[in-house]
């Protein structure tokens, strides 16, 4: 059974940072991808950046740019975001998710394992 859990969400100021984790377990695919998706009240969840297993494919959302990055430990058991410069726009509960992309790889409808998520909010 496939389960991704994540972590590392909190609060933080305005300009700090975060690293969120998402720790998966049981066996995917190796051309599966990783992506970390975003949901704010009352709004559609959005991609917020992906990544291919075998790291040779990135992609984030304009809107984060500069500002995040992901990224994997060696054993590919843990994928990470790290994000910088947050902003209150940036609040949201962050979710990974595992699946077979063939697009952009930003879309949730696209992915097939999700975990529960991490809240991260960012006080201006």
């Known amino acids: 059974e496939v389960q991704l859990v994540e972590s590392g969400g909190g609060l933080v100021q305005a300009g700090g940072s975060l690293r969120l984790s998402c720790v998966i377990s049981?066996?995917?695919?190796?051309?599966?991808?990783i992506g970390w998706f975003r949901q704010a009240p009352g709004r559609m969840r959005e991609g917020v950046a992906c990544m291919s297993r075998s790291d040779d494919y990135r992609r984030y959302r304009d809107s984060v740019k500069g500002r995040f990055t992901i990224s994997s430990d060696n054993a590919k058991t843990t994928v990470y975001l790290e994000m910088n410069s947050l902003k209150p726009e940036d609040t949201a509960v962050y979710s990974c998710a595992a699946g077979w992309v063939r697009g952009y790889g930003l879309a949730d409808y696209e992915y097939s394992y999700w975990g529960q998520g991490t809240q991260v909010t960012v006080s201006s």
């Open positions: 049981g066996r995917i695919p190796d051309d599966y991808y």
